[in-house]
């Protein structure tokens, strides 16, 4: 196992607020209900998993849509036309299994649709902390999830047996002032480090002073202002259709 599952689920809570206000989970909730109000209105039934009704506008109207924050439980397999999730599968212990769970929910020729981060998504955050563990510690631990890459998605979408997908991404730069302002609002977003081998210590200054020094030599924002100097985030947003 690689991930804390529990840890996830506390996080997801404890954002709940916050996340309703985050600029980039709005941006990736609009679009991918953009892309569910753009499909053929020939279903009846959907479930939508991974946020609350106020983070749809036009879907939290729809009364044939189910929209659940967590995982909503249901027994009943081949029993929607649409299933959806939002910024949920990225932290999965067994991806086969979970994504496979969700396409049996489906009816045949049932629409599936999911986003997620992938595996570019705070590269730069990645590569900072590790040159700063090595320069204190000589030894880096993981603090920042393994994501998969876009051709993962595909490959595993045929695996589950689903038809006619489409896999696209969104790359999303994000400039911040400090590296306080980047974890803040990692955290907002209810997407705080729950690796099992995490480090459960509090992270100290000196590392977190060190890893800005380092985001700022190597991840500098050139479009900055005349001494008002940010630093560049990168977040890949995976999104994946296809038909059971």
Not at 17 to 23: D, G
Not at 184 to 201: F, P, Q, V
């Amino acid at each position: 196992m690689l991930f804390d599952i529990n840890r996830v689920k506390e996080n997801k809570i404890r954002s709940r607020e916050s996340r309703s206000k985050s600029f980039l989970l709005n941006r990736v909730f609009g679009d991918l209900e953009n892309r569910i109000l753009d499909l053929p209105q020939g279903w009846k039934c959907g479930l939508i998993e991974g946020c609350r009704k106020n983070d749809l506008k036009e879907l939290s109207k729809n009364n044939k849509v189910t929209i659940s924050e967590l995982s909503h439980d249901t027994t009943k397999t081949q029993s929607l036309d649409l299933y959806a999730n939002l910024m949920q599968l990225h932290w999965s212990n067994d991806p086969y299994s979970d994504f496979f769970e969700k396409v049996k929910f489906l009816k045949s020729e049932g629409h599936f649709m999911c986003c997620l981060f992938g595996s570019e998504t705070l590269n730069e955050l990645r590569d900072s902390f590790f040159k700063a563990e090595m320069k204190l510690f000589g030894a880096a631990s993981p603090r920042i999830s393994p994501l998969p890459e876009i051709r993962d998605v595909g490959n595993l979408a045929t695996k589950i047996g689903l038809n006619n997908c489409v896999v696209d991404r969104d790359i999303i730069k994000v400039s911040y002032k400090s590296i306080i302002d980047l974890f803040l609002d990692i955290k907002e977003m209810g997407e705080t480090n729950a690796i099992l081998e995490r480090r459960k210590s509090l992270t100290t200054k000196n590392l977190v002073q060190e890893v800005e020094k380092f985001y700022f030599k190597n991840f500098i924002d050139k479009k900055s202002k005349k001494d008002v100097y940010t630093i560049n985030a990168t977040f890949e947003i995976i999104f994946l259709y296809g038909r059971k």
